[in-house]
Each structure stands twice: as C-alpha cells, then as structure tokens.
C-alpha cells in the first residue's frame, strides 16, 4: 500500500529565512507527486506537481521541489519565506493505476517575525 | 480560473439527521472525489466517480453515504444519519483527464451536535 510520511508536524522558520519541508513516499509503482497548501480556513490549493520530466518541479509563490526516486522523497523548498506563507503543507501522492490521492498529515509552517 | 465550489460553507446538524453537502465541478471535469479531514488529522479519501458511478471508496464510506450527480453541474455527498464522529471538513474536488491534478473546493464544515 502506498504511503506519506511527513516527519515534521511543525516547522517554524524566521522571515527571509530558507525553508525544507520533507517527504517521504512508499510505493511499489511509479506515481505521482503533489505539494497542497492549506492557509488559515480556507481549502486545499495545489502549490506544484511532479507528474513527469525535469525532477525539479516550480510551483507558485517561489516554492519549488525535488523528486528523487531512489530515496523515495519530494521535499519542498523556498529560498526566502515571507508571513504570508504562514500555512498547513501537505505532501500527497497517487498511484498511476488508481486515482485517489493519500496525503501526509501536514507541516504547519510557522513564520517568525 | 475555474473553481470548485461546495455549499454551504458550514453546516450544523442535529445527530441522526440526514444531511447533504453540495459541490459543482469545474464544467469540463470528468472525475469527481469527496474527501474529508477531522479537525487535527490529515486529509482522507472517501470516494471518486466517474462516468456516472462509483470507480472507488474507502472503507469510511459505509452504506450511510451515498453520492449522486443528479445533474449536469452538481455532484452531491449524502449521510442518511449522521454521528457525532462524521464532524469534519469535507473536500470535494474534480479533475480532468489523467493525469491532471485534482482541484479541490473550499469546503464544507459539518459540525453534528
């Protein structure tokens, strides 16, 4: 069965400040990758996609990540955090077979002044 | 851009109601998902349909849901009784051809008393 593992629940960074957020992926096919970011009451909205190609994948607001298949990760970085990033961060994955997505269960980042 | 939209936003229900929340698709969407998060917990898949029927559901979707696409536009979740744990946010979201990300709605919060 396929899984994802997000070992940090919280992550608080300093404004300006460069952040990774880790993830960690089992499965035994090749799947897809996703980053969704839910900010204070609101619902899910797809930050990036890894579905193929480069292993380097841009998405919005300056966040970009990184498939890497042997070490089954897709971590996601920002070289420069600003308040507004203040969010939950869920790393989600779906199997190319099946259609359902499995998440992991967040990073809360947290913006230090 | 095209959104998913889910009505109502919060929705408060006495236990052993029936209650039915509601999302329209983005318009050229084929495949369509509920999925839900309890309040603190990462977000799980409920069930996908496609082509008028259900492709697949978890073991959370028990015979006190059910889904319909009564029309052309609205796709609709209904628990015939509820409990007090079916609390949570409840995602719908929609997707185009594979392997296109999913697009998810801002939720509905259902609170059972």
């Known amino acids: 069965a396929q899984s994802v593992t997000q070992l940090d629940s919280q992550v608080p960074v300093f404004e300006e400040a460069p952040v990774e957020l880790r993830c960690n992926y089992s499965?035994?096919?090749?799947?897809?990758l996703f980053w969704y970011v839910q900010y204070p009451n609101q619902g899910l909205q797809l930050l990036l996609k890894?579905?193929?190609?480069?292993?380097l994948v841009k998405g919005i607001n300056g966040f970009e990540a990184e498939f890497n298949k042997s070490q089954t990760s897709f971590h996601l970085r920002k070289p420069s955090v600003h308040i507004s990033d203040t969010a939950e961060y869920f790393c989600a994955v779906r199997v190319n077979r099946d259609d359902k997505i499995i998440f992991g269960k967040g990073t809360r980042l947290h913006i230090l002044p | 851009e095209p959104e998913v939209t889910q009505t109502p936003s919060h929705q408060v229900t006495q236990m052993g109601q029936e209650v039915i929340l509601r999302c329209v698709p983005i318009?050229?969407?084929?495949?369509f998902y509920w999925y839900r998060q309890i309040l603190g917990q990462k977000v799980e898949f409920l069930v996908s349909f496609y082509n008028n029927e259900i492709s697949e559901k978890s073991e959370i979707f028990d015979d006190q849901f059910s889904v319909e696409r009564p029309d052309g536009s609205n796709f609709t979740l209904k628990i015939r009784s509820t409990k007090l744990e079916d609390s949570a946010m409840y995602f719908c979201?929609?997707?185009?051809?594979?392997?296109?990300?999913?697009?998810f709605g801002d939720g509905t919060r259902l609170s059972i008393l």
């Open positions: 499965s035994s096919v090749s799947v897809y």
């Open positions: 979201a929609s997707k185009g051809v594979t392997p296109q990300p999913q697009h």
């Open positions: 318009s050229n969407h084929l495949y």
């Open positions: 890894y579905l193929s190609g480069s292993t």
